[in-house]
C-alpha cells in the first residue's frame, strides 16, 4: 500500500474560492467565527463552526451543531460553490505569509501508515476532542480540515513540487488574516506515478497540527473497515486528508507562557531562586529568547534575561531537551509549583502570533503575575522527539501560517 494516494478533492468552484475559504475550526473561537462568516453566507466557517447559525448558547457539540454542518456543506455543493474534481490528483498548495512563503503538496494518506507509526505524532490526544472531529467527519461524510504533516529531507520531491507550482495557479484566495493560498491541480499521471513513488521513499511523515484530526480519521477507518465484510484498504476512508511541506519550510513561532501568581513570593524573592539556575539580567527591552536555554521574564513592569546553565540545558533525552519542558522543570514545577500543565488553571499560553506586547499586556493587567518568553521550538526537535516515540510538552510549538479550511476537502465515498 502506498504511503499516498491522489484524491478526488471537493473544492471551490472557480472564482469562489475567497468566498469560500476559512481559518481552521480550532484556532477562533465561536463568537471570532461568527463576526468572520457575518454577511459571508458561502465562509466554511458556516461548516467548520456550525453553532454560529443555531441560537446563542448553543451546544456546538450536540447533534443539532454536527446536523447543521452537514445541511451547510449540502447547501454549498447544491449551489454550485463547492464542486467535485471529477479525476483524482496531487495539489500543489502554497501558503504565502509576509516575506514567508512554504510548498506543499494536499494528499490523501495513508491510515494504515499512521496505525504502523509511519506517520509520527509527538502529542497526547483528547478523547472530547476526537469524538467531536469523529462525529464532524460521520455527519459531513468528509473530512474537511487537513493535517499538516512535515517530510524529511528530500531535495527530488521539493524539485517537482516547485516545478508543478511554475506558472498561475488553478486557485488562489487571500484570508483576511493577510496570508495567500494557492493550489495547482497535478493529473498529469507520469507527475502523479513520480510523486507517489517518491513519497514511498520517505521514512516517515511527521504530524506538525492535526493530531485529533488524524486520529478520528482513523476511528472511523476502524469502524467502517470492521462493518465490511471484505475490507481491500483501497476505500476512501481508510485514507485521510493531509498537506506535506518540506520540514524546512515550516515556521514554528514561539508559544509563550504567563501565570497568576508566584506562589506567594516577592519578585525580589523570586528573581533569587532564579539565580540558582539562570544568569538574570534586567533588560530595557523586551527580551525574545535569541537561542536555545534563554527565556525572557516579564514581571513587575520589567523584563529580564534569564539563561540557564549550560549543564542543565544541553540534555541528551530530545523530549526533555525543549526549552518548554526546561522551563517547567526548572521554575515552574519547582519554584512555582506548577506541575501539570494540562490542568492547572494558574497557568496560560500564548501563541508568538500574538507578539510580546500581549505578554506585557496580560500582566500589566493584573490578570497575571508573570509571562515567560521561549525560544521557538525546532522542527528538527519535533521529528526527534517523534522517531523517539515520545511526546511534546503542551502548547510547545505554534504552527505559522496556518492551512485553510475549505479550500481541498475528502469526500468518504
Do not use: C
Amino acid at each position: 500500500m502506498p504511503l499516498v494516494r491522489p484524491l478526488a478533492a471537493l473544492r471551490p468552484a472557480p472564482g469562489r474560492a475567497a468566498e469560500v475559504i476559512a481559518p481552521p475550526y480550532d484556532v477562533v473561537t465561536t463568537d471570532e467565527a461568527r463576526a468572520r462568516a457575518a454577511g459571508r453566507p458561502w465562509s466554511f466557517l458556516h461548516v467548520s463552526k456550525p453553532e454560529i447559525d443555531l441560537p446563542p448558547g448553543a451546544d456546538p457539540h450536540a447533534p443539532p451543531a454536527y446536523a447543521k454542518a452537514a445541511e451547510n456543506l449540502a447547501r454549498l455543493i447544491h449551489a454550485g460553490v463547492l464542486v467535485r474534481d471529477a479525476a483524482p490528483g496531487y495539489y500543489v498548495y502554497r501558503v504565502a505569509a509576509g516575506d514567508h512563503v512554504q510548498t506543499g503538496i494536499v494528499t490523501a494518506t495513508s491510515v494504515a501508515a499512521y496505525e504502523e507509526n509511519r506517520v509520527r505524532r509527538h502529542e497526547h490526544t483528547r478523547p472530547d476532542k476526537e469524538d467531536d472531529r469523529v462525529r464532524h467527519m460521520l455527519a459531513l461524510n468528509a473530512q474537511t480540515g487537513p493535517v499538516l504533516v512535515a517530510y524529511p529531507r528530500a531535495p527530488a520531491l521539493d524539485e517537482v513540487l516547485a516545478d508543478a507550482a511554475r506558472g498561475a495557479p488553478d486557485t488562489e484566495a487571500i484570508l483576511d488574516d493577510g496570508v495567500r493560498h494557492a493550489l495547482w491541480p497535478v493529473r498529469d499521471a507520469a507527475r502523479v506515478v513520480r510523486i507517489t513513488a517518491l513519497f514511498d521513499e520517505l521514512p516517515a511523515l511527521y504530524i506538525a497540527d492535526g493530531h485529533h484530526r488524524s486520529a478520528a480519521a482513523a476511528r472511523v477507518a476502524a469502524a467502517r473497515r470492521a462493518a465490511l465484510a471484505r475490507p481491500t484498504g483501497e476505500e476512501s476512508h481508510e485514507w485521510f486528508l493531509t498537506v506535506a511541506f518540506p520540514h524546512h519550510e515550516l515556521r514554528i513561532l514561539d508559544y509563550n507562557r504567563v501565570v497568576r501568581d508566584l506562589a506567594g513570593m516577592s519578585i525580589e524573592a523570586f528573581l533569587a531562586r532564579l539565580r540558582e539556575k539562570f544568569a538574570v539580567v534586567s533588560s530595557a527591552a523586551a527580551v525574545r529568547p535569541a537561542r536555545h536555554g534563554e527565556f525572557g521574564l516579564y514581571a513587575g513592569g520589567r523584563w529580564h534575561r534569564l539563561t540557564l546553565r549550560t549543564d542543565l540545558a544541553e540534555v541528551p533525552d530530545p523530549a526533555q531537551h525543549l526549552d518548554a519542558n526546561l522551563l517547567t522543570e526548572h521554575v515552574l514545577a519547582p519554584v512555582l509549583g506548577i506541575g501539570d500543565l494540562r490542568t492547572d488553571e494558574r497557568i496560560d499560553f500564548v501563541g508568538g502570533g500574538r507578539g510580546l506586547a500581549e505578554l506585557e499586556r496580560r500582566v500589566d493587567s493584573g490578570a497575571m503575575a508573570a509571562a515567560f518568553a521561549l525560544y521557538p521550538t525546532r522542527m528538527e526537535d519535533l521529528m526527534a522527539v517523534a522517531d523517539a516515540d515520545e511526546v511534546m510538552p503542551p502548547k510547545s510549538t505554534w504552527f505559522d501560517p496556518k492551512l485553510a479550511d475549505g479550500l481541498v476537502s475528502h469526500v468518504l465515498d
